[in-house]
């Protein structure tokens, strides 16, 4: 196959997962076996938001490969390192760690919290006993694969989907509505994306830099890789 590319220039190779390595977790579908690749331009990804600068490459186990020409420019090849992995609990975003002033908190914020101390009324317990069977570490991290996506991810998804209906005239939303909607439009898509994958990305012209995919379940489930949204970010 071709190498993958923005339409003009190669996108740069990020890493590669050899799924049948990874442990099974229910809910997130990943493929028995044979490996994902991970490709994207960070910059442009970060600067444009168009998913064209980023792709997940689904390859077949037993697959015969060779390497493409032109793909090992010392330039940017980094040198190579034996990894590990390791499981880690994880928590979505509203579960909220820290006890926060009801006050401060918005009707639909203040609901979940109440169906949450309803549905889960041992969730201390629960998240104490996740985190000594899986405790934290200070090793290395190259990637993260699965967990939950990120709230701003999700909440850019969702004011794009509301944006749309909208303009489609599905939906009206009066202007003093519209924050409460994107609340709830997002708390519901947190159900249906996952993370794919998170990864830290060198850049000596920023503090942080981060680069990740983000899929929908069914997508997932299905193996539709092509269809993982690719995101970065940059903080200075």
Known sequence: MDWPSDGVSPLPFIFSVDCAALPRVDGFGLP??????????????????????????????????????????????????????TLRAEFPDWFGEDE?????????????????????????????????????????????????????????????????REKTGEIVIPVAKWYSHVEKETHRLTSEWVSLARFPVDNELYYRSDGSFVIR??????GRLDEALSVAELIP
């Open 32 to 85: 028995a076996d044979g490996s994902l690749l991970f490709f994207q331009d960070h910059e442009q990804a970060a600067a444009t938001g168009e998913r064209r600068y980023g792709r997940v490459v689904y390859l077949p186990a037993g697959t015969d490969t060779e390497v493409a020409a032109g793909s090992t420019d010392d330039a940017f090849v980094d040198e190579q390192y034996d990894v590990g992995a």
């Open 100 to 164: 926060e002033d009801e006050e401060d908190l918005s009707p639909f914020q203040q609901q979940l919290a109440r169906d949450l101390e309803r549905d889960l009324p041992h969730l201390d317990e629960l998240c104490a006993l996740a985190n000594d069977l899986w405790p934290p570490h200070n090793r290395c991290i190259s990637a993260y694969i699965g967990g939950y996506a990120d709230e701003e991810v999700i909440k850019s998804i969702a004011e794009q989907t509301l944006a749309w």
């Open 217 to 222: 379940h069914d997508d997932l489930a299905a």
